[in-house]
């Protein structure tokens, strides 16, 4: 089987724009708990963050939310935002503040080409920790395609630093 891309077209994943029901609690949340710094902050209605110098890769605000409760189950909306850490180390260090934050983790996989463990945020939305493994080993299927898989993934391995 061939499949036609776009790949070609330069586009990329820029960041995720969040409503929140408490600004300063989700500013806690993804900066001291995943890492991210603030980059810019218009007064108690919304503020933006990044990583590594970057202009934002998140953006919270409460105009619309203030005081707001997630949507019920069963709803469309965000299934999850997903943050890449540059390597194990990195992943252990922001898991070890999470559970030190009593988060609860909802699950963790290996899905070969990665491996990520699953939270939510203070407003419920779902996050994806992870890092990627080296593309050489990714596995594939007979014909080179890519073969994701779904298996278990030890956090407290993770946290243990093996």
Not at 122 to 146: C, K, M, S
Request: aromatic letters at 8%.
């Amino acid at each position: 089987m061939t499949l036609t891309t776009k790949s070609n077209s330069g586009a990329r994943v820029g960041h995720v724009h969040l409503r929140v029901a408490d600004l300063d609690r989700s500013i806690a949340f993804y900066c001291d708990i995943l890492g991210f710094d603030v980059t810019q902050r218009y007064g108690a209605e919304a503020a933006f963050l990044g990583a590594g110098g970057y202009h934002h890769h998140i953006g919270l605000n409460t105009w619309d939310s203030a005081g707001g409760t997630p949507p019920p189950a069963g709803h469309t909306g965000l299934f999850h935002s997903a943050f890449l850490y540059p390597d194990r180390t990195a992943l252990a260090q922001v898991a070890a503040r999470v559970v030190a934050a009593g988060i609860q983790i909802d699950g963790a996989a290996d899905h070969g080409v990665s491996e990520a463990l699953y939270l939510r945020d203070p407003d419920q939305n779902g996050v994806e920790l992870y890092i990627d493994r080296d593309p050489a080993v990714w596995p594939r299927d007979a014909d080179g395609g890519l073969k994701m898989v779904n298996k278990p993934f030890d956090l407290a391995a993770l946290l243990a630093g093996d």
